[in-house]
Structures are given as structure tokens and as C-alpha cells.
């Protein structure tokens, strides 16, 4: 079981930079893939960004401005986001795909808790 802890949300003015964390803790065999949703109510959770090995994917309104990064041998994932508008204000959850055992071909996913950011002046 996969446990993720969301760091660096918070309040920001447009046009400015956060920087969002998260850590995968627990007991798995492998992170296949991590990622960042984020959701707004009465809207559907939508991928931000996603990056597994080296290929990246990111929602078209965030192209250009975030940036996911990852580092392996500390199961951690960041999102840097630049440039931030005020639709960006959302929950943003830190997920991942991860195969719980050597002898467990399933992928298993896992969310964090959210962490939000609000961009406003």
C-alpha cells in the first residue's frame, strides 16, 4: 500500500510560481507512474501532468507552464507551475500507479490528499 504526501500548495498571485511535492511511502515493488490531478467542485478531476520514465504528458491549458519532474530513487514527483492564472486555483492531488509485489503484474493506484492551490490577487 502506497501512502502520498502532498507539499507547496497555497495562495499566489497570478503570474507567479509554486512549486507542489510529493512523496511515495509504503509498501510497493515499483512506482510505474506519477502524476498530478487537480479538481475544482462540481468539475471533473482532470490530469495535469504525468510522467513516467522519461515521457511526460500535460494537460493542454498547463502546456508551456508546468513542469513535472521526478526522482526515482526518492519516489518524489514535483510540479513546478509558472505563469499561474486564476483558473488554475483547484485541489491538487498527487497520484500514482505502482505495482504492489514482484509477483503482482497488477498496477495499483494511489492519491494523495489534495493540496490546494488558490491563485488570486
Known amino acids: 500500500q502506497v501512502q502520498l504526501m502532498e507539499s507547496g500548495g497555497g495562495p499566489v498571485q497570478p503570474g507567479g510560481s509554486l512549486r507542489l511535492s510529493c512523496a511515495a511511502s509504503g509498501r510497493f515493488f515499483s512506482i510505474n507512474v506519477m502524476g498530478w490531478y487537480r479538481q475544482v467542485p462540481g468539475k471533473e478531476r482532470e490530469l495535469v501532468a504525468s510522467i513516467s520514465g522519461s515521457t511526460t504528458k500535460y494537460a493542454d491549458s498547463v502546456k508551456d507552464r508546468f513542469s513535472i519532474s521526478r526522482d526515482n530513487a526518492k519516489n518524489t514527483v514535483s510540479l513546478q507551475m509558472n505563469s499561474l492564472k486564476p483558473e488554475d486555483t483547484a485541489v491538487y492531488y498527487c497520484?500514482?500507479?505502482?505495482?504492489?509485489?514482484?509477483?503482482?503484474?497488477?498496477?495499483?493506484?494511489?492519491w494523495g490528499q489534495g493540496t490546494q492551490v488558490t491563485v488570486s490577487s
Open positions: 497520484n500514482t500507479g505502482y505495482r504492489a509485489h514482484w509477483g503482482n503484474s497488477d498496477v495499483y493506484y494511489a
